[in-house]
Every structure is written in structure tokens, then in C-alpha cells.
């Protein structure tokens, strides 16, 4: 019943290794926040670029599309909003659907006009005739279906093409409202 107890760890023990530990943080702390502040500026780069590559928001008005980069095909997306996608397998591409005006225009007055926006049922074939990146842009896409919408056939011939309504040249307006 008497027998005692020898802790190893006694109380200058455990002094001397606090003020091992004490000296050692004073010594490596630098280290120490330099490596969380190196960690942390990593961590938002590798944010910044996985955003830009690997994210792409669709607007309630486009038509979003994924060209598989393997096969060639297009996979319409089923939604609006965030796509994350891998941009070494697949590109995600964004058509505006919203109509626009299209004229021909001479001497400041619009010869002939029509309304027209993109139809989604054709877009394989846009692709296909123009390349998946081509309405990205929309001052392209306008220009695309310009060209297909005063052709020889109105655009009849181009699934991709809505014309939604015509202005006849007798409705013709200056483009400029000064009145030179």
C-alpha cells in the first residue's frame, strides 16, 4: 500500500520541453505563415483557372450546346445557369436565341429588313456549316444569318433560320433619325 508511483515526466521535465517547443515556434512561425499564405494565393489561382476553363454560365436566352472534342457530336444542355464541363474532352458553347434585325441598307435607308433568330432544332447543322464557335459571338451569329436570310432561297433551305417577320421595302425607314 505504500508504494509510490515514479512519473518520468516530471514537472522540470515538462518545463524544459515547453520551453523547447516555445523556442522552436519563435524560430519557424515566419515559416509557418509564410507557407499558409502561399498555400492560400495557390488555392485562388487554381480557383481563377479552373473557373475560366472548366465553368461557363448560360443566360435564360441562349441555347446552350457541348461538342464532344472526341467524337464530334452535340449534346444539347438541358438547362440555364452554370456548366461545368472538361475543357480538354468537351466544349460548351452559347447561342443567343433572341431575334434580331437584319437589313440591307443603302444611301442611309433601309432597303429591305427582316426579323429573324436562331432555330435551335438545326444547330447540328450550323455547327456542322460553320463551326461550333461560330455563335459564340453575336455579331457573328447576326451577320451568319444575314447572309442566309437575303439569300436566293430566304432562308428557307436553313434549318437554323427563323424568319419571324418581314419588312417591305415600301416600309423602308431612315436609319439615321437627324433628317440630313
Known amino acids: 500500500m505504500g508504494e509510490s508511483y515514479n512519473c518520468p515526466y516530471t514537472t522540470t521535465a515538462m518545463e524544459?520541453?515547453?520551453?523547447?517547443?516555445?523556442?522552436?515556434?519563435e524560430n519557424h512561425k515566419a515559416k509557418f505563415y509564410w507557407g499558409i499564405g502561399i498555400s492560400i494565393?495557390?488555392?485562388?489561382?487554381?480557383?481563377?483557372?479552373?473557373?475560366?476553363?472548366?465553368?461557363?454560365?448560360?443566360?435564360?436566352?441562349e441555347y446552350a450546346f457541348v461538342f464532344d472534342k472526341v467524337n464530334g457530336k452535340v449534346f444539347p444542355v438541358g438547362h440555364t445557369g452554370w456548366v461545368v464541363a472538361n475543357p480538354f474532352l468537351f466544349g460548351v458553347?452559347?447561342?443567343?436565341?433572341?431575334?434580331?434585325?437584319?437589313s440591307i441598307s443603302a444611301n442611309e435607308r433601309i432597303l429591305n429588313a427582316k426579323l429573324v433568330k436562331f432555330n435551335i432544332r438545326g444547330v447540328e447543322t450550323f455547327v456542322e456549316w460553320h463551326?461550333?464557335?461560330?455563335?459564340?459571338?453575336?455579331?457573328?451569329?447576326k451577320e451568319i444569318l444575314k447572309c442566309y436570310?437575303?439569300?436566293?432561297?430566304?432562308?428557307?433551305?436553313?434549318?437554323?433560320?427563323?424568319?419571324v417577320n418581314v419588312l417591305a421595302p415600301s416600309q423602308g425607314v431612315p436609319i439615321t433619325q437627324g433628317g440630313k
Not at 524544459?16 to 515556434?25: A, L, R, V
Not at 436570310?149 to 424568319?163: Q, S, T, W
Open 149 to 163: 436570310a437575303f439569300d436566293r432561297d430566304e432562308g428557307r433551305d436553313c434549318p437554323f433560320l427563323e424568319v
Open 41 to 61: 494565393v495557390v488555392f485562388i489561382i487554381g480557383l481563377i483557372i479552373w473557373r475560366a476553363a472548366w465553368v461557363t454560365f448560360v443566360e435564360k436566352h
Open 16 to 25: 524544459s520541453n515547453m520551453q523547447t517547443i516555445s523556442e522552436f515556434w
Open 131 to 141: 463551326g461550333r464557335a461560330a455563335g459564340d459571338d453575336v455579331n457573328n451569329l
Open 93 to 102: 458553347h452559347a447561342i443567343d436565341t433572341r431575334p434580331y434585325q437584319v
